[in-house]
């Protein structure tokens, strides 16, 4: 079954950086754009960046967030990580993992567990 792991969160500083990663099994991972989400606390999921299956790339335009993120992956590893520079307090999330699978004409959609990051002084 497909499994979507997160890893690499924690408590920084602000100005601090992390990488997330997000290890994938389950599934055909070069096949597949991956993508990652954040949820702050009260408010709703939003959307950070993406990374196609031919390794293009987009990120979010919003204000609060550009610049900031570099998403990456690792076909040979089913790795897709997510770099954070410039950590600030509003950065505090939960960043999450995912993919969208297409089976038999439905569509299926994953979600790691989320991983914790707090930007705290």
């Known amino acids: 079954q497909v499994q979507l792991v997160e890893s690499g969160g924690g408590s920084v500083q602000p100005g601090g950086s992390l990488r997330l990663s997000c290890a994938s099994s389950?599934?055909?991972?070069?096949?597949?754009?991956m993508f990652w989400y954040r949820q702050a606390p009260g408010k709703e999921r939003e959307w950070v960046a993406r990374?196609?299956?031919?390794?293009?790339?987009?990120?979010s335009l919003e204000d609060s967030m550009k610049g900031q993120f570099t998403i990456a992956r690792d076909n040979a590893k089913s790795m897709v990580y997510l770099h954070i520079n410039g950590l600030k307090p509003e950065d505090t999330a939960v960043y999450y993992c995912?993919?969208?699978?297409?089976?038999?004409?439905?569509?299926?959609?994953?979600w790691g567990q989320g991983t914790q990051v707090t930007v705290s002084a």
């Open positions: 995912n993919t969208v699978i297409w089976t038999s004409g439905s569509k299926y959609e994953y």
């Open positions: 990374i196609l299956s031919s390794g293009g790339t987009d990120h």
């Open positions: 389950g599934f055909i991972f070069s096949n597949y754009d």
